[in-house]
T-cell receptor, first 116, second 112 residues
Framework: GAVVSQHPSWVICKSGTSVKIECRSL??????MFWYRQFPKQSLMLMAT?????????EQGVEKDKFLINHASLTLSTLTVTSAHPEDSSFYIC????????????FGSGTQLSVL | AQSVTQLGSHVSVSEGALVLLRCNYS??????LFWYVQYPNQGLQLLLK??????LVKGINGFEAEFKKSETSFHLTKPSAHMSDAAEYFC??????????FGSGTRLLVRP
C-alpha cells in the first residue's frame, strides 16, 4: 500500500524554540494533506487541511501563526510549531490523500513532541 | 453535522473470544464510514471502510463491520481475538467537506 513518511518520530525541544515536522508521500502525489493532534488516550483532532500550492485551512481554535503549515509540493507538507511551549507537547500525525476521497487516505507514523 | 460515538473506552476479551467494538454515527447524508487501528506511538492503519454497496464489509486481520442504516451503527467484529489485536481502534465518518470525524477511540485489551 501507499506509504506516508513522517519525520522525526520524536523530538524534544526547549521552550521558545521552533520545531519542524515533515510529512512525505513516498509513492503517490498527495493533493491534500491533513495535520492532527492527539493527546494521550484521546482521539485525533484535526488541526488543518493543507492543499498543494495554497494556504492551509485551519480548524477553529488552532492558531495559524503558531502552527505554520507549508505544502510546497505534491509530496511534502511541513508543520512548524513556533515558539513552542510545554502545552504544545503532544503527538502530531499527518495524513495524505491521493485524489478527492478518503478511500485513498494514508497516515504517517506520528511525531511525539516534548517541550521542556 | 456528522459525529461518531464509540461506546466503551476500554474493551477486554480473552484470546480466542469474539471481539465487538461499537460505533454509532450521525450523518445528514449517506455516510462513508471507516475503522482504523492504532498501535502505540504509531499512526493509523485502515482496517476497513464502507462507502456504498454491500453492508457487510471485510477488512484486514480478520475484522469485519456491518453498516446498519436503521440503527445508525457500524460495529466492528472479529470472531477470535489474538494477542496482536491489542491496540486502539477508531471509528470515523466522513463529513460533507470530505474530512474525517473520529470517535473517541476504544482500547482493546486481549487477555491470554
Amino acid at each position: 500500500g501507499a506509504v506516508v513518511s513522517q519525520h522525526p518520530s520524536w523530538v524534544i525541544c526547549k521552550s521558545g524554540t521552533s520545531v519542524k515536522i515533515e510529512c512525505r508521500s513516498l509513492d503517490f502525489q498527495a493533493t491534500t494533506m491533513f495535520w492532527y493532534r492527539q493527546f494521550p488516550k484521546q482521539s485525533l483532532m484535526l488541526m488543518a487541511t493543507s492543499n498543494e500550492g495554497s494556504k492551509a485551512t485551519y480548524e477553529q481554535g488552532v492558531e495559524k501563526d503558531k502552527f505554520l503549515i507549508n505544502h510546497a509540493s505534491l509530496t511534502l507538507s511541513t508543520l512548524t510549531v513556533t515558539s513552542a511551549h510545554p502545552e504544545d507537547s503532544s503527538f502530531y500525525i499527518c495524513s495524505a490523500r491521493a485524489g478527492g476521497t478518503n478511500e485513498k487516505l494514508f497516515f504517517g507514523s506520528g511525531t511525539q513532541l516534548s517541550v521542556l | 453535522a456528522q459525529s461518531v460515538t464509540q461506546l466503551g473506552s476500554h474493551v477486554s476479551v480473552s484470546e480466542g473470544a469474539l471481539v465487538l467494538l461499537r460505533c454509532n454515527y450521525s450523518s445528514s447524508v449517506p455516510p462513508y464510514l471507516f475503522w482504523y487501528v492504532q498501535y502505540p506511538n504509531q499512526g493509523l492503519q485502515l482496517l476497513l471502510k464502507y462507502t456504498t454497496g454491500a453492508t457487510l464489509v471485510k477488512g484486514i486481520n480478520g475484522f469485519e463491520a456491518e453498516f446498519k442504516k436503521s440503527e445508525t451503527s457500524f460495529h466492528l467484529t472479529k470472531p477470535s481475538a489474538h494477542m496482536s489485536d491489542a491496540a486502539e481502534y477508531f471509528c470515523a465518518v466522513e463529513d460533507s467537506s470530505y474530512k474525517l470525524i473520529f470517535g473517541s477511540g476504544t482500547r482493546l485489551l486481549v487477555r491470554p
